[in-house]
């Protein structure tokens, strides 16, 4: 079969529709490659109106047992996984057809870039994101286009996979999420010993989460899978970036103790936090004026710091843990 006659099988788990699943089918609609179905997966039975749409209701189970329900259900060789806060480029199943040429090759994926129209705290929580000081260690070239390249793991938010390699290392592990993609991409790489390539034109738009609440409450969940996957799963999550927020909360508390009693360790210590402020504030302006809006800088260096501060806690909380709850 030429790659042209792939069919790809579109999934979107997801728990009721809304707008932003509307807005995904819209733009679905419009692809330059239409050799697709489309697969939801919300957890009453909906009303679609949409052609090539297959709706299965899955009661009230985890996006990760979602597509996993969707991955059967699907007909396409290729699965397309994207996230029902998200929409696609034009071009997002065309532009994967190239790279797919290549049978050593089990995925693709892509950015995940703030649409434009997103409100100022989403567009603050997208920054935080996409700031190399902000993401760390998850790679700035998840939020926006950089060069290609060959990956290890990548978030299913915009994830497409050969459905024969996602079914030989069993799909989804559906014990866990977030983490799953996480778990998926260790198998496909590792076990199948099969390639995942970052493909900046595979590109869709991803709804942020609004600063603050929703933004820290999904930091919470990232770090703590993350630092338990350090321990278990430690080939692709036990690495230098994710362990940087919890060295710099330490370094604020046992500084902090230590310049009390050893005063001659204060200077070191005012100087260190000031040269972290001092990017903060960097980041803060080169923010201000790429957005034209002091305002949005002004939350992206709060979120920046929060962000360490919460997943600087957690991560070592994930990593004692002895089992993640579903």
Not at 21 to 31: A, G, P, R
Not at 55 to 70: C, H, V, W, Y
Request: charged share 20%; aromatic share 14%; glycine share 8%.
């Amino acid at each position: 079969m030429t790659l042209e006659r792939f069919k790809f099988s579109v999934i979107i788990p997801f728990k009721s529709i809304n707008p932003y699943v509307q807005q995904c089918l819209n733009h679905l609609k419009k692809q330059s490659y239409q050799n697709f179905e489309i697969i939801l997966l919300p957890d009453k039975k909906e009303k679609i109106i949409y052609k090539n749409v297959i709706s299965l209701a899955t009661g009230s189970i985890g996006p990760a047992e979602k597509r996993d329900l969707g991955a059967k259900k699907a007909r396409g060789e290729i699965l397309a996984f994207i996230d029902d806060d998200a929409y696609p480029h034009r071009d997002w199943l065309k532009n994967s057809l190239s790279t797919l040429k290549n049978k050593n090759v089990a995925a693709v994926c892509g950015p995940g870039v703030t649409p434009r129209e997103d409100d100022i705290f989403r567009q603050a929580g997208g920054w935080v994101n996409s700031l190399w000081f902000g993401s760390g260690g998850a790679g700035t070239y998840r939020f926006i286009p950089q060069k290609e390249r060959s990956v290890d793991d990548y978030p299913s938010m915009n994830f497409i996979v050969r459905k024969v390699d996602f079914d030989k290392v069993g799909g989804f592990n559906t014990h866990y999420w977030p983490g799953e993609d996480t778990k998926l991409c260790l198998d496909l790489v590792y076990n199948l010993k099969k390639k995942i390539i970052y493909q900046p034109k595979v590109l869709v738009y991803h709804h942020r989460k609004p600063l603050f609440l929703p933004h820290l409450k999904q930091v919470s969940r990232f770090a703590i899978h993350r630092g338990y996957f350090a321990r278990v799963f430690p080939q692709t999550s036990l690495r230098f970036g994710y362990l940087i927020p919890t060295l710099f909360v330490l370094f604020l508390i046992v500084g902090f103790f230590l310049s009390l009693f050893f005063k001659s360790l204060s200077p070191l210590y005012l100087i260190s936090i000031g040269a972290y402020l001092s990017v903060l504030t960097i980041n803060m302006v080169y923010v201000m004026v790429k957005s034209r809006n002091i305002l949005t800088g002004v939350l992206t260096g709060t979120g920046i710091f929060l962000t360490h501060i919460f997943y600087g806690i957690l991560f070592p909380l994930g990593f004692l843990k002895k089992n993640l709850k579903q």
